[in-house]
């Protein structure tokens, strides 16, 4: 299978890995969306959050809490950050690996979406 975050996994692409341990990675995101952005994945291949099942609860709920930690470490736990999921393209995702976004460092907007504006004609 030819998965990007596999590949960093096994290390045979480098990435700036800040945490790992025998389930999970997390490493400092290529193209930064704020001052502090970083992924949190795990060992385990699952393309997407739809094909997560009960059997990964206790992975994915040890990957928030590694990524909560991390803000922790990084000092903006108390100002705040944001993580995201995305899945599938509506949700923006273009890793097919699941990736858990830790965003911190600035304020960000909410929502990430809104209706464009109909100016009445
Ligand atoms: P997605 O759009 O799937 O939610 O997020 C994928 C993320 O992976 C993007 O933020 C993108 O910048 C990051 N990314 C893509 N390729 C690489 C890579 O080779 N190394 C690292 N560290 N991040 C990557
Ligand atoms: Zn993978």
Not at 43 to 66: A, C, F, P, Q, Y
Request: overall charge negative; glycine content about 6%.
């Amino acid at each position: 299978m030819d998965c990007l975050f596999c590949k960093i996994v096994n290390q045979e692409i480098p990435a700036n890995i800040l945490y790992q341990d025998d389930k999970v990675l997390a490493f400092m995101d290529i193209n930064p969306q704020a001052p502090f952005h970083a992924l949190v994945i795990p060992r385990l291949h699952i393309s997407t959050l739809n094909d997560m099942t009960d059997e990964h609860s206790e992975l994915v709920g040890h990957m928030i809490k590694t990524a909560a930690h991390l803000a922790k470490e990084q000092g903006f736990a108390e100002d705040g950050y944001r993580t995201v999921f995305n899945c599938n393209p509506h949700g923006g995702q273009t890793v097919y690996h699941i990736h858990l976004h830790l965003l911190g460092g600035k304020p960000m907007g909410w929502p990430p979406y809104q209706e464009t504006l109909k100016v009445p004609v």
